[in-house]
């Protein structure tokens, strides 16, 4: 890269960490691309957590995003486009290492404080709802927006989604919607709310304080969460096993609920079918699963979808050519058969992604 601008920006690393007081701290540090993860970055976050949690001198961690954008608009997108056109192992390879990290994320044996401020999709999602203080903002903007990619919601978002109340999770899972933080913690994908010029304040506390005295201190009430308003027709019509019976109760609704619930359908038809299906078929299968089983499946069905036509298309048309206009193969839902589906959940032989036993569980 040629001398200036741009070669002191390839120089600032990706992520930084520091510890002030007792405090462990976590920057993710790409503002311009929403702090999007890497492979370099989901290595050394986890090698840093692994680190911390034997460290005596740490008594909680806090993780949060550069600039004022968001957290992590989730993984590097781009990066998996490239990798998918020369047909690498590296999208896998990252994978592994990130479900790995959601995993210990999920487990970690000290107060684990993630600021869910700005946009949080995907990956970004992985590395904060899984944690024990998991605190939004007004400014907050989640969710699992994979389905618009021809994909599906990983990162141990099957697993959170399945447990959201009745099938608020699957229509968040389907539709791929941005959601506000109040609609989060009636999701469970948060535990707190906290204004955003509350978060520094909180941050200096965590340095000296428990978390739990910290959080509890500067959280406040919650707005009205939209989705819980509209948990009657959601339930109603989202109880299907099949997505396509799903949009036929959507297109049914009538009265009050029919503008919601027809966008509902509008916006599903518009994603891969094949991701719709399989996203379906991921959220029933995670209900009974743990966390680190659930991952396990996510990595099965991700490993396929590199294979299949969707995800490449759909990362073309929504972030590299956007064009807004991807060609999916099959075209529509009943093009999509049940045996179609059910091959993404095969298992991968020794490709299988195992999850050890963490060292820090005996913390």
């Given amino acids: 890269m040629p001398e200036g601008k741009g070669a ?34 989901v290595t050394a976050m986890l090698e840093q957590l692994t680190a911390w949690a034997d460290d005596d001198g740490v008594a909680t961690v806090l993780v949060h995003g550069a600039g004022e954008r968001g957290l992590c608009a989730g993984g590097d997108i781009v990066a998996i486009y490239r ?27 000290k107060p684990y404080v993630a600021l869910m401020d700005g946009l949080v999709l995907g990956g970004g999602v992985g590395i904060s709802a899984h944690g024990s203080y998991r605190v939004v903002t007004e400014r907050t903007r989640t969710g ?56 520094a304040e909180l941050a200096a506390a965590l340095e000296n ?14 707005p009205p969460a939209s989705l819980a308003g509209q948990r009657g027709w ?28 027809h966008e509902a359908a509008d916006t599903i038809e518009a994603k891969s079918p094949t991701a719709v299906k399989v996203a379906l078929e991921s959220l029933r299968r995670a209900r009974s699963l743990t966390l ?11 490993l396929r979808f590199l294979a299949a036509p969707d995800f490449r298309e759909g990362i073309r048309a929504q972030v590299v050519d956007k064009d807004r206009t991807p060609l999916w193969k099959p075209a529509t839902l ?5 045996a179609d589906v059910d091959r993404f959940f095969e298992r991968l032989g020794d490709r299988e992604l195992t999850l050890q036993p963490k060292e820090t569980d005996h913390v």
């Fill in 83 to 109: 990798d998918l056109l020369t047909g690498g192992t590296q999208t896998a390879d990252f994978w592994a290492t990130e479900y790995h990290l959601n995993s210990l994320i999920a487990s970690y044996p």
């Fill in 234 to 261: 959601i339930d109603e019509a989202y109880a299907s096993d099949d997505a396509e019976d799903i949009v036929s109760r959507l297109r049914a609704f009538d009265g009050p609920a029919a503008e919601a619930a």
């Fill in 292 to 302: 680190d089983e659930a991952l396990a499946q996510e990595y099965r069905v991700g």
């Fill in 8 to 41: 002191t920006e390839a120089l600032e690393p990706e992520i930084l960490f520091a510890r002030r007081g007792h405090l462990g701290i976590i920057t993710l540090n790409r503002p311009k691309a929403v702090n999007a993860l890497t492979a370099g970055m």
């Fill in 209 to 222: 304080e428990s978390a739990e005295a910290a959080v509890v201190r500067v959280a406040r009430a919650a």
């Fill in 144 to 199: 699992m927006p994979e389905t618009t990619i021809g994909f599906v919601p990983d990162v141990g978002g099957t697993f959170l989604l399945a447990r959201s109340p009745g099938e608020s999770g699957t229509h968040a899972a389907l539709t791929g919607a941005h959601l506000t933080g109040a609609d989060a913690l009636f999701l469970g994908l948060a535990d707190h709310y906290v204004p955003a010029d509350s978060l």
């Fill in 334 to 338: 009943h093009e999509v058969r049940p």
